[in-house]
């Protein structure tokens, strides 16, 4: 009997410690491999086109501060990871407006969910660093 009671409490207590990041990634997510590329372990991105998950950009040119919205949208999920990078060099650049149930990321110019609640989409605000002559930006 005491074996069953054992095997039960680990079934009842193991989804208990299997979640993932629910309070958003960490800062260990902009440690890379290869220069301005996310680490991500040996996780691969889907095919091109087989997301059923949208970004969408209310703009991909770039001012010094200026603001660009950033939508991610599709099927219900749970977290995200997005950074932004200039079009050219491919660092990461500027810095993320707080919003509710985010984290912001500044290390490495991301920001990251800060609940593991279901979602349908999620509206971001990205501003563009000062410092710079302004250009292009996409977001990964």
């Not at 219900?76 to 491919?90: K, L």
């Not at 810095?95 to 920001?111: F, K, L, Y």
Request: negative net charge.
């Amino acid at each position: 009997m005491k074996g069953y009671t054992c095997v039960i409490s680990l079934l009842v207590l193991l989804p208990l410690l299997v979640g993932g990041f629910p309070d958003g990634a960490p800062v260990d997510a902009c440690v890379k491999s290869r220069p301005n590329q996310p680490y991500h372990g040996q996780a691969q991105p889907q095919p091109e086109g087989s997301s059923p998950y949208s970004i969408t950009a209310s703009d991909s040119t770039y001012r010094p501060g200026s603001k660009i919205s950033v939508v991610i949208q599709g099927s219900s999920f749970r977290g995200f990871f997005m950074q932004a990078r200039d079009a050219q060099t491919g660092d990461w650049i500027g810095s993320w407006d707080d919003a509710p149930n985010t984290n912001g990321i500044p290390e490495c110019a991301a920001v990251t969910h800060a609940d593991n609640r279901d979602k349908l989409q999620a509206t971001l605000v990205w501003t563009a660093p000062r410092d710079t002559q302004g250009g292009q930006v996409y977001f990964t």
